[in-house]
């Protein structure tokens, strides 16, 4: 055999070799990464719940005493300072996205979320309801989400729903816009001013 091929038989057998040391480094540096992402959003979560920690615990539901307006099966995405689609809020559970099922009253709105805290939205609070496409994490197609709005602690909360059947948000809209105390009088006022002219 000829020098030249004996140095290139080596080299064949040299490529195969694996650096099991470096292999190894990559994959545990990787990992310790990965935890310490983890770790950091979960931090995220704490601050945004300590930053959060004055909204007060959610209204107790009623023993529903009306007939539903409307019922709705889905997913409860979100919730977040209204008006500010990014601004997810943590605290009481408001955080946890979830199945959830919905019923409209003339008390309220009923939002029962297995596997996550339970809450309910006295008529008095709701400030009215909007399709929309995005919320905290979750952009769907143009009027793919039914966000309502409503008031608890002094703060105006944003909370984003979708329908197993997305057919139904617009009758939501404008069911929660008729409970709506501001929607109410906004509507007495335009129809009054209407009637002077």
């Given at each position: 055999?000829?020098?030249?091929?004996?140095?290139?038989?080596?080299?064949?057998?040299?490529?195969?070799?694996?650096?099991?040391?470096?292999?190894?480094?990559?994959?545990?540096?990787?990992?310790?990464?990965?935890?310490?992402?983890?770790?950091?959003?979960?931090?995220?979560?704490?601050?945004r719940r300590t930053l959060q920690g004055g909204l007060p615990e959610?209204?107790?539901?009623?023993?529903?005493?009306?007939?539903?307006?409307?019922?709705?099966?889905?997913?409860?995405?979100?919730?977040?300072?209204?008006?500010?689609?990014?601004?997810?809020?943590?605290?009481?559970?408001?955080?946890?996205?979830?199945?959830?099922?919905?019923?409209?009253?003339?008390?309220?709105?009923?939002?029962?979320?297995?596997?996550?805290?339970?809450?309910?939205?006295?008529?008095?609070?709701?400030?009215?309801?909007?399709?929309?496409?995005?919320?905290?994490?979750?952009?769907?197609?143009?009027?793919?989400?039914?966000?309502?709005?409503?008031?608890?602690?002094?703060?105006?909360?944003?909370?984003?729903?979708r329908s197993d059947r997305a057919a139904d948000h617009p009758a939501w809209?404008?069911?929660?816009?008729?409970?709506?105390?501001?929607?109410?009088?906004?509507?007495?006022?335009?129809?009054?001013?209407?009637?002077?002219?």
């Amino acid at each position: 055999m000829t020098p030249h091929l004996t140095t290139l038989a080596a080299a064949q057998k040299s490529a195969e070799v694996t650096d099991w040391a470096a292999r190894i480094g990559w994959v545990v540096g990787l990992l310790l990464f990965i935890v310490f992402v983890y770790w950091l959003m979960r931090q995220g979560w704490k601050w945004r719940r300590t930053l959060q920690g004055g909204l007060p615990e959610l209204p107790v539901a009623p023993a529903p005493a009306a007939e539903p307006t409307l019922t709705m099966s889905g997913r409860y995405h979100a919730s977040t300072t209204a008006g500010q689609w990014l601004d997810r809020i943590v605290a009481q559970g408001l955080g946890t996205r979830s199945r959830a099922e919905l019923t409209l009253t003339d008390q309220g709105l009923f939002v029962v979320r297995p596997g996550a805290q339970d809450f309910f939205v006295p008529a008095a609070a709701l400030r009215g309801a909007r399709l929309d496409k995005g919320i905290a994490g979750k952009v769907l197609p143009e009027g793919g989400l039914l966000i309502i709005t409503w008031e608890h602690g002094g703060t105006e909360i944003d909370s984003g729903f979708r329908s197993d059947r997305a057919a139904d948000h617009p009758a939501w809209v404008e069911a929660v816009n008729a409970l709506s105390p501001r929607h109410t009088t906004s509507t007495t006022e335009h129809t009054e001013t209407e009637g002077a002219r």
